[in-house]
């Protein structure tokens, strides 16, 4: 990036947020919820829904997801200039918004949504539906029992474990941490104190990963409004600006287990998103005031602590163990809502709602004085990032 | 031979038949490419090093050693579920490419990073053969 910069830095801004309850059992479909998410959104700033046109959506694979058509005709919109989905699920937790920031920074559209509505907890999982012949690269991986994320996760943990001396105590301090953020916080789903000793004595998942490494399965939905800077100083919440958005998939890569295709598995999408992140916003790792990592299994924040450069490569192991990303006396807390591994799994779309509130100053473990937040999608999947400012 | 029919199976293609072709004559080929000699696996259309779209097929030693492995814990498919923890491994062959796969004559708690593996192969239908690797001699 570089040309891009003038146009996009701090040009749009969040000018509304909304979400659900988070449960393990809504009771309704995801395109209601995505509806109540969104009009909850407008009224948060003070917009019309005919004030919108342009919806962006999370793509998954495997996965239907609710049309654009549907969420245009049920808000009642006259028109929509821009819509597209995002695709690989927690790799797009920031990606809708990246391109809602290009169709509004360049005047394609003036008011845009983006949401993420999932029922995860009372749905199915979508490696469940394997039928008896697969194809692409996952011929070659799920006849061995190679099917779902958590198994494909365990396999990069563990080399990273033997690569740079990482312990699954280290892991485990990730959901401790984010527990007790959670705590504080009426909206997470667990919210008791759990200790290392808890996480490693929680059953095994898939070794070295136990239950406690792993995210909540939830119902739930989020939507985020953006518009122009110039708008959102007119409406009724303090903007948040977007300084810099990216998008970065980096060499050879398949979904999660691609990783082990590649010559190095931890050459992983966010150090890209991390670089064009950082040169859109014209700052660096100590600018940022907090930051939410997508988070749905725990060795996936020390991957982005490392990419965003935070610490060195092999090092984020350490950097959890001495209370780094705790709040408040870290120097940088992380997930500050619980994130996937207490709050909700809403596939991160609730962590740039996290992101939006410690600028706002009302998140439950506020981060004094925060300026700058940095909000960023799943580590091993083509993903994505924002950073925001007040 | 043993039938396990309740086992995703591999969807084999035009690209992946010759794959699949060989493993059913207890060999193991990679495709490579023309230009770069780069091997792509899973096999590719295109190469990921030079962007060539030509390639061949050409035998490898099958000698590898252990590069990951995880086991699996339900809730799995029923297939895997049945027999949990479900070890997979990760091999590197010497030639290079990483593997999925499950080592068949190795227990568990001796996996090491390192461990040397020969691939075999588990015939599964008529159509399908997996790779599979147990302890080099």
């Given amino acids: 990036m570089s040309d891009g910069n003038a146009l996009i830095r701090d040009k749009t801004a969040i000018a509304g947020i909304g979400t659900t309850e988070y449960v393990r059992d809504i009771g309704r479909t995801e395109q209601e919820t995505s509806l109540e998410v969104i009009h909850e959104a407008l009224a948060d700033a003070g917009l019309a829904a005919t004030d919108v046109d342009a919806i962006f959506k999370v793509e998954t694979p495997g996965e239907a997801s609710i049309s654009e058509l549907a969420v245009a005709r049920n808000l009642g919109l006259p028109n929509l200039r821009a819509w597209g989905g995002t695709d690989y699920g927690g790799g797009a937790a920031c990606g809708p918004i990246v391109h809602a920031v290009m169709a509004i920074a360049t005047g394609m559209a003036s008011v845009a949504v983006a949401f993420r509505a999932r029922n995860r907890g009372s749905g199915t999982r979508p490696w469940s539906k ?42 485990a301090q990730v959901s401790v941490t984010q527990r007790a953020h959670a705590a504080r916080n009426p909206r997470a789903f667990f919210r008791d104190p759990i200790t290392v000793e808890d996480v490693l004595a929680s059953r095994m998942i898939a070794d070295p990963l136990h239950l406690l490494d792993c995210s909540l399965e939830t119902d739930g939905a989020c939507a985020i409004i953006i518009t122009s800077a110039e708008r959102a100083r007119d409406l009724k919440q303090m903007p948040v600006f977007i300084s810099g958005a990216s998008q970065g998939m980096g060499p050879r890569h398949y979904m999660m287990n691609g990783l082990m295709y590649k010559d190095d598995p931890f050459d992983m999408p966010p150090a890209y998103a991390a670089k064009d992140v950082y040169a859109c916003a014209g700052m660096g790792p100590g600018d940022i005031d907090v930051a939410q990592f997508y988070d749905v299994f725990s060795p996936m924040v020390l991957w982005q602590l490392e ?21 408040p006396a870290g120097e940088l807390p992380v997930n500050t809502h619980g994130g996937s591994l207490s709050e909700a799994y809403v596939h991160g779309f609730n962590h740039v709602l996290e992101g939006v509130r410690q ?17 960023a999608a799943a580590a091993v999947v083509p993903t994505s990032a924002l950073i925001l400012r007040r | 031979m043993t039938m396990l029919a309740d086992r995703p199976l591999p969807e084999i293609t035009p690209l992946t038949e010759p794959f699949w072709a060989a493993a059913r004559e207890r060999r193991l080929v990679m495709q490579r490419c023309d230009d770069c000699k780069a091997y792509r696996f899973p096999p590719e259309v295109g190469c990921y090093a030079c962007s060539s779209m030509n390639s061949a097929w050409e035998p490898v030693s099958g000698r590898a050693t252990l590069y990951t492995w995880t086991a699996a814990y339900p809730p799995l498919l029923p297939y895997f579920a049945e027999r949990a923890p479900w070890p997979i491994a990760v091999v590197q062959l010497d030639e290079g490419p990483r593997l999925t796969t499950n080592i068949v004559d190795v227990p568990y708690e001796e996996y090491v990073f390192g461990m040397a593996l020969q691939a075999d192969f588990q015939q599964l239908d008529d159509e399908v053969a997996l790779v599979v690797f147990r302890r080099a001699d």
């Fill in chain 1, 130 to 171: 394997t039928g008896a012949r697969v194809g692409s690269n996952m011929a070659f991986e799920s006849p061995y029992g190679l099917v779902g994320p958590v198994q494909q996760l365990a396999l990069v943990a563990r080399r990273y474990m033997h690569e740079f001396g990482v312990t699954s105590e280290q892991f």
């Fill in chain 1, 359 to 375: 600028l706002r100053g009302t998140s439950t473990c506020q981060v004094e004085n925060a300026e700058v937040a940095l909000v």
């Fill in chain 1, 307 to 327: 990419a965003y450069g935070f610490c060195k490569p092999g090092e984020a192991g350490p950097f959890v163990e001495e209370g780094r990303i705790d709040w």
